[in-house]
């Protein structure tokens, strides 16, 4: 049960507010239901997690979710977080999963993923969405970090980030400086940013393709490290790097 307690000394961080249904699934886990269970016991649902067993050695993970509407789940933290943003953003993580499935279909599984699934990957695993201010958008752009979290640090209390991707909100478990989400560049329109439905219409395949990306220690965050409250924590250009 160790990965289910180390989920729930986490709940209560920043990053993890936007999915609402994580202490009924880490308290259910917690009491010794296997995490699937944990997950379909909070209803509402479109999605049905089933035990990992259930996925055959000769089907990947992509194609059987898109077969068979189920999500494979195994007992440990990646899983659990994978399940949190199943739940609370299921329309953008089966669009994921539909054009993951479509490109399997199209060239089969090969010892690469070609562009379209590397960028698929890469944001379900270590993505983020911001909903900022035009100025915050601009110095993330410029890796101006200076400018992002120190000049204009009092924007950031009009600004959201969603920390997307479950391998990163595994990696927050016990955060580390060099934490980095690679943030989606849907730009500084502010409409309905992060709702569910916007943000999986926005998922085009050819636009994916390109890497639409820029980097963001998340760390850096205001409110998000309480050491971050000093101007010196940005002067770590091991982190915050200047663009290339």
């Avoid at 239901?33 to 990992?52: D, I, K």
């Avoid at 490290?225 to 000093?230: D, E, G, I, L």
Wanted: proline share 7%; aromatic share 10%.
């Amino acid at each position: 049960m160790r990965a289910a307690e180390s989920a729930d000394s986490n709940l209560a961080t920043p990053w993890l507010r936007p999915f609402t249904g994580r202490h009924r699934v880490s308290t259910a886990w917690r009491a010794g239901l296997p995490l699937h269970e944990a997950l379909n016991s909070v209803g509402p649902r479109s999605v049905q997690f089933v035990p990992q067993t259930r996925l055959s050695a000769d089907e990947a993970y992509e194609a059987f979710i898109f077969r068979t509407r189920t999500v494979p789940t195994r007992d440990n933290l990646h899983d659990f977080f994978n399940g949190l943003v199943w739940l609370a953003f299921p329309q953008t993580k089966r669009r994921l999963n539909e054009l993951q499935a479509a490109e399997i279909a199209r060239t089969g599984v090969g010892a690469t993923r070609g562009p379209l699934r590397d960028a698929l990957t890469l944001f379900d695993e270590n993505g983020a969405v911001l909903d900022a201010p035009a100025a915050l958008w601009e110095a993330l752009v410029a890796r101006d970090w200076h400018a992002l979290f120190v000049t204009r640090r009092a924007l950031w209390s009009d600004a959201r980030l969603l920390v997307f991707g479950h391998a990163l909100l595994e990696k927050l478990v016990a955060p580390r400086k060099a934490a980095t989400a690679h943030v989606l560049l849907t730009g500084a329109s502010r409409s309905n940013a992060l709702d569910d439905a916007t943000l999986a219409q926005r998922l085009g395949p050819e636009w994916l393709a390109q890497k639409p990306f820029v980097p963001l220690p998340v760390l850096g965050v205001p409110g998000w490290c309480a050491a971050n409250a000093s101007a010196e924590y940005y002067d770590d250009p091991k982190v915050f790097r200047p663009r290339p």
